[in-house]
C-alpha cells in the first residue's frame, strides 16, 4: 500500500509537471491575453486546463483506483502480533502510559516556560539599562580589567 502510494505522489509530480509544459507550449498567448482581465478568454483557459487535466493519466489511474479497498487490504494484511487479550490489554496500558508521560512532559515545559518569563524580562531590563547608560558600538574590542 505505501509503495502504491509512493508511486501515486511520484506520477502526480510528473503530471503536474507535463501540464505545466503543456499549458506553456500550448496556451503560452492564452495566458498573456488572460492577464489583461479579459474573463471569457480566463474562462476557456480554466477549461482548457481542466481538460487537460481529466485527460491525463494520473487523473484516471487515480479515478480508477479504489483506495478505500486498498486501505482495508492493507489494515488487514497488517500483523501487530496482538494473539491474545491480555496481549491487546498490555498494549493498551502502554500506550496510556505513553500518553500521560507526554501530557507531564508538556505541563512541567509549561511551568518552566512560566518561571522562564520573569528572569528573560530582568535580563532584557538589565541589558538595555546598560545599553542606554554606556552605548556600545559593535564591532569594537573592549577590555575589561
Known sequence: MILKVLEFVQKCEWEVFNVRNE???NNGSNLLISSDHDNDTFIKFIE????????????QSGVEFDWVKEFVEYVECT??????EESAVNLECKLIEIDNLKSELDKI????KKREKPIKERLKIK????????PLMN?????FK
Open 23 to 25: 499549458i506553456i507550449e
Open 48 to 59: 482548457e486546463i481542466e481538460e487537460l487535466v481529466v485527460k491525463s493519466d494520473f487523473y
Open 79 to 84: 500483523d501487530l502480533e496482538i494473539k491474545t
Open 109 to 112: 515545559q509549561n511551568e518552566n
Open 127 to 134: 541589558i538595555d539599562e546598560i545599553l542606554d547608560k554606556y
Open 139 to 143: 564591532h569594537v574590542n573592549y577590555r
